[in-house]
């Protein structure tokens, strides 16, 4: 019986990556008439939406001590801010504000993972098992927006995620705008495509961004209309649009289509950790490589970014044996 009042998983660099956002219990207040319904109750907001969060201080995501979620997004028609609460016996609802509340609103189900259906999902190791049980309120997001998730994630290329979100905020602060609405103090919505182009060789360099990483960004900015329609492809097939643009491969690409389409079989590849994360935790395999790694998840196929996610929640890893990868800062060069 001990093990059913097992203190929570605490928050670690490897839990958060795996989507591990705390949000406070909420009031029992309802928000505005005006609301859209979520999902069933048991959704845990945290959870779905963690992977959206670029770092603790992301001037696009916000969570306030009444237990709602903020998001700011940049949406087809236009910036708009999101607020998502737990009311009503724990079902989800949302209000939305600026010319993009309207497509906010509409996908705010997706968005909270009603299209994910993780009853399919069947756990084929202890360990997943026990972090499923734990977390029965785990849904996979799908923004419906590509580029929102791209930029980012081509930030975080061979960096530490430290560096990536410092870039991050000071990129979306300096060339974004304010959040609409009465979204809390200090959130912005990222810049539009136009503007991320036209963003000068210094200030990129002011952001502690290289050359390589800021061209790709141009690139992909460019033929953002492109890019966009992935939302509507399979993801192997969204995959593939989003590489061939030069500077995005295999790691990019699946880190930006699990959170735009949703997908809950893309596998990060080409990770410095995450194949020795996973080895270590289903086969005490810390030397793990790609390879191996998917072999290992082959069991759940069609669910394999589900598992992987379970695997970084559960919070187990391989000792560290060296010591932690340097932030740079070009900025002083």
């Known amino acids: 019986m001990a093990g059913r009042f097992r203190p929570p998983t605490p928050t670690t660099r490897t839990t958060f990556r795996g989507g591990h956002t705390p949000v406070p219990p909420p009031p029992n207040a309802p928000l505005d008439p005006g609301s859209a319904p979520g999902p069933a109750p048991g959704l845990d907001l945290g959870l779905t939406l963690g992977p959206l969060r670029r770092g603790p201080a992301d001037p696009t995501f916000r969570v306030t001590p009444d237990g709602s979620v903020w998001r700011a997004s940049r949406t087809p028609e236009g910036p708009g801010t999101i607020r998502l609460a737990a009311v009503r016996d724990g079902a989800p609802a949302a209000e939305a504000w600026g010319p993009g509340a309207t497509w906010l609103l509409d996908n705010a189900p997706a968005l909270l993972g009603a299209e994910d259906d993780p009853a399919v999902f069947v756990p084929r190791h202890k360990l997943v098992l026990a972090s499923l049980r734990r977390r029965p309120g785990l849904r996979l997001t799908r923004t419906g927006l590509v580029l929102e998730s791209l930029i980012p994630t081509i930030l975080e290329q061979k960096v530490t995620a430290t560096e990536a979100y410092a870039s991050w905020r000071q990129l979306v602060r300096t060339f974004g705008e304010p959040a609409p609405g009465p979204a809390p103090e200090g959130m912005y919505v990222m810049p539009d495509a136009r503007s991320w182009t036209r963003i000068p060789s210094w200030e990129w360099h002011r952001a502690n961004v290289d050359g390589k990483r800021s061209a790709t960004i141009v690139r992909a900015a460019r033929v ?67 390879e191996a790694m ?40």
């Open 294 to 333: 998917l072999d290992l998840l082959a069991p759940y196929a069609g669910q394999r970014h589900r598992a992987v996610r379970l695997i970084l929640l559960s919070g187990r890893v391989p000792p560290r044996r060296a010591p932690r990868m340097a932030p740079g800062d070009i900025t002083r060069i």
């Open 224 to 290: 953002a209309a492109r890019l966009e329609e992935a939302v509507l492809m399979d993801p192997p097939a969204a995959r593939r649009r989003l590489e061939l643009i030069p500077g995005i491969g295999p790691w990019t690409s699946a880190e930006t289509i699990q959170r735009s389409n949703g997908a809950p079989d893309e596998v990060t590849t080409g990770d410095l950790h995450l194949p020795g994360i996973v080895g270590w935790a289903l086969a005490g395999d810390r030397a793990a490589d790609d």
